[in-house]
C-alpha cells in the first residue's frame, strides 16, 4: 500500500523488524490498554459526579507513585509510538492516488488520524494535566473532578475540538488493531481480515460512544451541585486518611478540657465518696 525510502544501512533499516514491530505493540498495549480504561473512565461521568469522583480517587490513591506509573507506562510508550508514526509517515509514499481502494484509503486516513491525535494528546495533556500549569493549563482538579471537568469543556469550541480528538483517536486506535494483527501474523486469510474488520468496527464504536457520552456528560454536570457533593467526598476521604478531621480534633480536645474542669473544680461542701469511705473508717 506504500513504498519506503529507508536507507538499509541506516539504524531504522537494520532493526526496522523489531522497531515495527514494538512500535505495533506500543499502540495496543500499554496505550491502547490506557485508552479503554480512560474512556471508560470518563463515561462514568454518565452516573453521575459522585460515581466519576470515585473512580478519579481510585487513580490517585496512587499517591507519590502516580508520575512515575503515568511516565513509565503512558507517557514513554506513546513518544516512542508517536515518534515511530511521524518516521513512518516521512518515509512511506501511499499511492493512494494511483489505486483508491479500501486498503489504501484506510492506510491513508490511519496517519492522518495519528497525526490528529497526537496534537489532541498534547493539547489535552496541557489543558488539563497539573503539568500543563505553568502554561496556563492544569484546569482539572482530582478532588473536584467533575466540576473542573465541566468547566474547562464548558466553551462550544472546545467540545468540538475535543470531539474531533476522540473521533480520530478512537479511529488509529481500531484501524491500528486490524493492521496490528496482520503484523503480527495473527489474521492472514481474507476470513480472518473480514472478521477482523467487524472487530476493529465494533471496538471504535464502542469507544467512540464511550468518549463522545463522557463528553456529553461533563458539558450537562451541575457544577455546583457536583461541588457540593465532590466536598462531600472530599471531606470523607481526610476523616479516612487522617483518623478525624481538625474540627472534629478541636471538638475532642474540648470536650477532653471540660472534662478536666470538672474534675478537678468540686462544688463547694461537696465531697469525694473516697472521703466519705475515710471517715467512716476512722468512724469505725
Given at each position: 500500500?506504500?513504498?519506503?525510502?529507508?536507507?538499509?544501512?541506516s539504524f531504522l533499516g537494520?532493526?526496522?523488524?523489531?522497531?515495527?514491530?514494538?512500535?505495533?505493540?506500543?499502540?495496543?498495549?500499554?496505550?491502547?490498554?490506557?485508552?479503554?480504561?480512560?474512556?471508560?473512565?470518563?463515561?462514568?461521568?454518565?452516573?453521575?459526579?459522585?460515581?466519576?469522583?470515585?473512580?478519579?480517587?481510585?487513580?490517585?490513591?496512587?499517591?507519590?507513585?502516580?508520575?512515575?506509573?503515568?511516565?513509565?507506562?503512558?507517557?514513554?510508550?506513546?513518544?516512542?509510538?508517536?515518534?515511530?508514526?511521524?518516521?513512518i509517515i516521512a518515509t512511506?509514499?501511499?499511492?493512494?492516488?494511483?489505486?483508491?481502494?479500501?486498503?489504501?484509503?484506510?492506510?491513508?486516513?490511519?496517519?492522518?488520524?495519528?497525526?490528529?491525535?497526537?496534537?489532541?494528546?498534547?493539547?489535552?495533556?496541557?489543558?488539563?494535566?497539573?503539568?500543563?500549569?505553568?502554561?496556563?493549563?492544569?484546569?482539572?482538579?482530582?478532588?473536584?473532578?467533575?466540576?473542573?471537568?465541566?468547566?474547562?469543556?464548558?466553551?462550544?469550541?472546545?467540545?468540538?475540538?475535543?470531539?474531533?480528538?476522540?473521533?480520530?483517536?478512537?479511529?488509529?486506535?481500531?484501524?491500528?488493531?486490524?493492521?496490528?494483527?496482520?503484523?503480527?501474523?495473527?489474521?492472514?486469510?481474507?476470513?480472518?481480515?473480514?472478521?477482523?474488520?467487524?472487530?476493529?468496527?465494533?471496538?471504535?464504536?464502542?469507544?467512540?460512544?464511550?468518549?463522545?457520552?463522557?463528553?456529553?456528560?461533563?458539558?450537562?454536570?451541575?457544577?455546583?451541585?457536583?461541588?457540593?457533593?465532590?466536598?462531600?467526598?472530599?471531606?470523607?476521604?481526610?476523616?479516612?486518611?487522617?483518623?478525624?478531621?481538625?474540627?472534629?480534633?478541636?471538638?475532642?480536645?474540648?470536650?477532653?478540657?471540660?472534662?478536666?474542669?470538672?474534675?478537678?473544680?468540686?462544688?463547694?461542701?461537696?465531697?469525694?465518696?473516697?472521703?466519705?469511705?475515710?471517715?467512716?473508717?476512722?468512724?469505725?
Amino acid at each position: 500500500m506504500a513504498t519506503t525510502s529507508i536507507p538499509e544501512d541506516s539504524f531504522l533499516g537494520r532493526h526496522q523488524f523489531l522497531l515495527y514491530r514494538l512500535f505495533s505493540l506500543a499502540g495496543f498495549i500499554p496505550v491502547g490498554a490506557f485508552l479503554i480504561v480512560h474512556l471508560l473512565t470518563n463515561a462514568s461521568v454518565l452516573g453521575g459526579a459522585a460515581a466519576f469522583q470515585s473512580r478519579v480517587d481510585l487513580i490517585h490513591s496512587l499517591g507519590p507513585l502516580l508520575p512515575a506509573v503515568e511516565w513509565i507506562f503512558i507517557f514513554i510508550p506513546m513518544l516512542f509510538h508517536a515518534v515511530m508514526g511521524f518516521v513512518i509517515i516521512a518515509t512511506g509514499v501511499p499511492n493512494i492516488g494511483s489505486y483508491s481502494y479500501q486498503g489504501n484509503v484506510r492506510y491513508t486516513l490511519q496517519r492522518a488520524t495519528g497525526m490528529i491525535a497526537f496534537a489532541f494528546i498534547l493539547w489535552h495533556i496541557t489543558q488539563l494535566h497539573w503539568m500543563g500549569a505553568p502554561v496556563g493549563g492544569g484546569q482539572f482538579d482530582p478532588h473536584h473532578a467533575a466540576s473542573s471537568a465541566a468547566v474547562a469543556l464548558k466553551p462550544v469550541a472546545i467540545t468540538l475540538l475535543y470531539a474531533t480528538g476522540i473521533i480520530a483517536t478512537v479511529y488509529h486506535f481500531a484501524n491500528g488493531l486490524w493492521s496490528m494483527g496482520i503484523t503480527w501474523g495473527i489474521w492472514t486469510s481474507p476470513a480472518a481480515m473480514q472478521r477482523a474488520n467487524w472487530l476493529s468496527l465494533f471496538v471504535g464504536i464502542g469507544l467512540g460512544a464511550a468518549g463522545l457520552g463522557a463528553l456529553g456528560g461533563m458539558r450537562s454536570i451541575d457544577v455546583e451541585k457536583a461541588k457540593e457533593i465532590e466536598t462531600r467526598m472530599y471531606k470523607a476521604r481526610q476523616m479516612l486518611d487522617g483518623g478525624i478531621s481538625a474540627e472534629a480534633q478541636q471538638h475532642s480536645a474540648h470536650a477532653v478540657s471540660l472534662s478536666r474542669e470538672s474534675s478537678s473544680v468540686m462544688p463547694a461542701g461537696s465531697t469525694s465518696s473516697a472521703n466519705k469511705e475515710k471517715r467512716s473508717k476512722k468512724k469505725d
